[in-house]
């Protein structure tokens, strides 16, 4: 026998479990849903940091209230409890393959502002859900764990979710189960995206490290493995421990692999780890498709990383999930009262001006893609030594490719003089991201099915 809700949400992640307290204080029954048996542990590989702290990220802007342990979107006006340790992070900084360095902001600037000097925070995510779950249940939501989606249909009026034996009926359904979304795939809302690559990570929580600094983020790239390489060190808010993280685009790329070179085999970087110690592994993996561009079809609305390339980071995860919480809650009591629907067109107006069109994606998988541009060690290790100033404090994807873009700009006299042979290279950074990540989508593709 189905189970009927006005609201059911997939996925309790920080996406779907926003929607849910959104819908929740709104007074509807909402029935929220994932796969894993205890939703405050974290199974996968998490930067566990908010982007982004100093500037407008998808339209808000995000305040930890360190006092009333409170973190805030400002803009959009919501705010939860979270009571977990915080740890600022100051500066994210590049670092070439041989420690020359790109700095988005310099921390003995950053740090002299106190909370409001920096680029992001660093947070524990199973403390977060905890908080999270906390609040979602005190707004009357039932949530239900150990569910795998199996089957999801819908009709004129409603929407029904089956998994694991049961059934949910609800006016709406709100898909929030990620980057992998196994609804997004049911209902065709994959068809029209441009599917690009994997995204692989392994990483560790580790303590010991001799980085230069321990409360910014800092990555580098690799060319020495198979195919490109990457490494992004996060902050983590528990003493002087660090998340370090090894990512691959391409399938062919072993991740031990990449961990070794920066831990073992790089002279610079291999200094940092030497007396290293490995506390918790962690890994993940992930397809990167072009974002859905229409998140709303037949009582279907798609929340957070589920429409999104890639991720939208823990923040613009948040700010969507509570954002289409609140549009369905608009669009039941429409419903109900038979006012003109304007619910739901809010959101997916929200989404394309937003996120589509101020945010293009080719800039976010730019972050990932460098190596695919400059294709030798040596050419980043060239560029890095030209910098001479630091570039704006910002722990942003999107601004930090407009910010090194024009620090490129500023450097062609120079290229063009010294190093010519750069310069095509430079020029692949405008073409279409399918040119630039071309060979890496030949090694997924035969791998796996994606519409």
Not at 297 to 326: F, H, P, Y
Not at 401 to 421: A, C, F, V, W, Y
Request: hydrophobic share 40%; glycine share 8%.
């Amino acid at each position: 026998m189905s189970q009927k809700y006005d609201v059911v949400i997939v996925g309790a992640g920080p996406s779907g479990l926003l929607a849910a307290k959104a819908i929740g204080l709104s007074g509807f029954k909402v029935a929220l849903i994932d796969r894993k048996s205890d939703i405050t542990r974290l199974d996968r590989l998490c930067g566990q940091t908010l982007v982004s702290m100093n500037d407008y990220y998808f339209g808000d802007i995000i305040n930890y209230n360190r006092q009333g342990k409170r973190i805030a979107f400002l803009n959009s006006g919501f705010s939860f409890k979270y009571d977990g340790p915080v740890k600022n992070c100051n500066a994210w900084h590049i670092f070439s393959p041989n420690g020359n360095r790109l700095p988005f902001g310099l921390p003995e600037e950053t740090r002299k502002k106190g909370d409001q000097g920096a680029v992001g925070i660093s947070y524990d995510k199973e403390i977060l859900f905890k908080c999270l779950l906390e609040e979602v249940e005190e707004a009357g939501v039932d949530v239900f764990t150990g569910i795998n989606v199996s089957e999801v249909s819908t009709s004129s009026d409603g929407a029904k979710v089956s998994g694991g034996g049961q059934v949910f009926e609800g006016s709406y359904v709100i898909a929030a189960d990620g980057t992998n979304s196994r609804i997004a795939k049911l209902l065709g809302f994959n068809r029209d995206r441009t599917f690009y690559s994997y995204l692989l990570c392994l990483g560790w929580y580790m303590r010991n490290v001799k980085a230069p600094e321990l409360d910014i983020l800092m990555s580098s790239i690799t060319q020495k493995t198979v195919a490109p390489g990457l490494m992004f060190v996060f902050p983590r808010p528990y003493e002087d421990d660090l998340n370090v993280a090894f990512l691959a685009l391409d399938p062919r790329v072993k991740l031990e692999d990449v961990a070794d070179y920066f831990m073992k085999e790089n002279p610079f970087f291999s200094q940092w780890f030497k007396d290293a110690q490995l506390l918790k592994k962690y890994a993940a993996s992930q397809y990167i498709y072009s974002p859905v561009k229409e998140p709303y079809m037949d009582r279907v609305l798609l929340a957070g990383d589920t429409g999104a390339c890639q991720e939208l980071e823990n923040s613009g995860a948040m700010i969507s999930g509570w954002k289409a919480g609140s549009a369905i809650a608009a669009a039941l009591k429409e419903d109900k009262v038979g006012m003109q629907a304007i619910g739901i067109s809010n959101y997916v107006d929200w989404w394309k001006s937003t996120y589509i069109e101020k945010c293009p994606h080719e800039a976010y998988l730019m972050n990932f893609a460098m190596p695919y541009v400059l294709d030798r060690e040596e050419d980043l290790d060239y560029i890095f030594s030209l910098v001479k100033d630091p570039l704006p404090p910002c722990w942003n994807p999107y601004a930090a490719m407009n910010h090194m873009g024009q620090l490129i700009q500023s450097l062609i006299p120079t290229i063009q003089k010294e190093r010519p042979d750069l310069m095509p290279k430079l020029a692949k950074m405008s073409q279409p991201m399918t040119e630039v990540l071309e060979v890496t989508t030949k090694a997924c593709k035969p791998l796996a099915e994606f519409d």
